[in-house]
């Protein structure tokens, strides 16, 4: 709109700059007839000035379409709704999933705390303390508990406490892990 009132405005200036001037020293038939001529001119100078800038910015403008596609919108918001609709199902799949751990791992607690119990009664028993297959289930239930605590960061605990651990702790850790000595 700025543009097309400006090139307006200019091409309705150039008309009109010399018009009083022009009137005031008209004093012939002929200088009428000579005026008129130049203003013709002129106009017809400006007029394809006007159909070369003005009028292809209006055809242009009268071209241009404001309608709203619904069938369109209607696409982008079901597209829209199908992706939010997938997430939904992935957020509640994730929570399926991390309700389940929960519950196998309060059955694990469970379990590991039965048989630590057993072992501990069976431990203090000398004659069974004495067999070496129960020194091997023992080792491989510690092992099994520390497999277990390996799943750990599964768990997100808000609050959970800062501990320090020793380098040589990490070591140890990793040397009986890899089974290096």
């Known amino acids: 709109?700025?543009?097309?009132?400006?090139?307006?405005?200019r091409l309705?200036?150039?008309?009109s700059e010399n018009k009083e001037k022009t009137l005031n020293t008209i004093v012939s038939k002929e200088q009428v007839g000579q005026f008129t001529n130049e203003v013709e001119n002129l106009y017809s100078t400006l007029l394809a000035e006007a159909e070369k800038t003005l009028f292809p910015l209006v055809e242009h403008i009268k071209r241009l379409s404001f309608d709203?596609?619904?069938?369109q919108v209607q696409g982008a918001y079901k597209a829209q709704y199908e992706q939010m609709k997938y997430q939904w199902e992935q957020t509640r799949d994730t929570a399926q999933l991390g309700i389940?751990?929960?519950?196998?791992?309060h059955e694990f607690n469970?379990?590991?705390?039965?048989?630590?119990?057993?072992?501990?009664?069976?431990?203090?028993?000398?004659?069974?303390?004495?067999?070496s297959e129960f020194n091997f289930?023992?080792?491989?239930?510690?092992?099994?508990?520390?497999k277990y605590a390996l799943l750990s960061p599964l768990y997100r605990i808000s609050g959970a406490l800062v501990k320090?651990?020793?380098?040589?702790?990490?070591?140890?850790?990793?040397?009986?892990?890899?089974?290096?000595?």
Do not use: C
């Open 137 to 146: 289930l023992e080792r491989n239930f510690k092992q099994l508990e520390d």
């Open 1 to 9: 709109m700025k543009d097309y009132r400006e090139r307006a405005k």
């Open 12 to 15: 309705s200036n150039s008309l």
């Open 100 to 105: 389940a751990v929960e519950i196998i791992d």
């Open 110 to 131: 469970q379990l590991y705390a039965k048989i630590n119990n057993q072992l501990g009664v069976l431990r203090e028993n000398n004659e069974v303390n004495s067999i």
């Open 164 to 181: 320090d651990i020793a380098g040589n702790t990490i070591y140890n850790y990793l040397l009986d892990f890899l089974k290096i000595k």
């Open 68 to 71: 709203i596609d619904e069938e």
